[in-house]
C-alpha cells in the first residue's frame, strides 16, 4: 500500500507560481494512477489534474489547463504540480491522491482510496 505526503504549498500572490510535490513510499507510483484534487472551505473536493497509468495520458480540469502541469519523477517516486499564474480563486488545500485501478476521465474523489494529508496553498489579489 502506497503512502503519500505532499509538501510545497504556500502563499503567494497573484500571477506567482508553486510546485507541489507528493512523495510516495511503499509501493512503486508509476503502478497507480495518480492525481490532485483541492478543497476550499465551503466547496467540495474537485479533480485538478491526474495522471493515468494507461497511456500515460494527463487531465486536467478546465481552471487549471494552460497554468498547472502535472508530472511524474519515477525515480523519485513522486508526483508533481506547477501551477503557473495563481489566481485567488485557487485557494485551497491541495491534496494528491492514487488509485492502483486503471482511472480515465474526470477524477472523482470517491474512486481514490489513498490520500496524502494536504498542502495549504493560499494567492493573495
Known amino acids: 500500500q502506497v503512502q503519500l505526503v505532499e509538501s510545497g504549498g504556500g502563499s503567494v500572490q497573484a500571477g506567482g507560481s508553486l510546485r507541489l510535490s507528493c512523495a510516495a513510499s ?63 480563486e485557487d485557494t485551497a488545500m491541495y491534496y494528491c491522491a492514487a488509485r492502483l485501478t486503471p482511472c480515465g476521465g474526470r477524477p472523482k474523489p470517491q474512486f481514490f482510496p489513498t490520500w496524502g494529508q494536504g498542502t495549504q496553498v493560499t494567492v493573495s489579489s
Open 26 to 88: 511503499g509501493a512503486t507510483i508509476s503502478s497507480y494512477c495518480t492525481a490532485w484534487f483541492r478543497q476550499a472551505p465551503g466547496k467540495e473536493r474537485e479533480g485538478v489534474a491526474a495522471i493515468y497509468t494507461v497511456g500515460g495520458s494527463t487531465y486536467y480540469a478546465d481552471s487549471a489547463k494552460g497554468r498547472f502541469t502535472i508530472s511524474q519523477d519515477d525515480a523519485k517516486n513522486t508526483l508533481y504540480l506547477q501551477m503557473n499564474s495563481l489566481k485567488p
